[in-house]
């Protein structure tokens, strides 16, 4: 099993940027795709976005599409999503997901 620790959340005024990361460690997720899920209060935790196993593919929710990136460093085991032009709609819990593993999360929070 990967065992999956986020960081980089915090409070941030819309039009900021945040950089979220996911360490993987434990069974090695190279093989594996990536992704980045959300949770906002009172909603059903989303997909955000998604990486293949060597970064040649990439997937994004529509709302995040021309703001958000993932990459991801196989040798680093490590995932990031890179936010920009974020809004206070992107107020969320933000968990990495590989497989069936899932971190603890990471809160992001967008003041208008």
């Known amino acids: 099993q990967v065992q999956l620790v986020e960081s980089g959340g915090g409070l941030v005024q819309a039009g900021g940027s945040l950089r979220l990361s996911c360490q993987a460690s434990?069974?090695?997720?190279?093989?594996?795709?990536m992704g980045w899920f959300r949770q906002a209060p009172g909603k059903e935790r989303e997909f955000v976005a998604a990486?293949?196993?060597?970064?040649?593919?990439?997937y994004y929710t529509d709302s995040v599409k021309g703001r958000f990136t993932i990459s991801r460093d196989n040798a680093k085991n490590t995932v990031w999503l890179q936010m920009n032009s974020l809004k206070p709609e992107d107020t969320a819990v933000y968990y990495c997901?590989?497989?069936?593993?899932w971190g603890q999360g990471t809160q992001v929070t967008v003041s208008s």
């Open positions: 434990g069974r090695t997720p190279s093989n594996y795709v």
């Open positions: 997901n590989c497989g069936e593993s």
């Open positions: 990486i293949s196993w060597n970064g040649g593919n990439t």
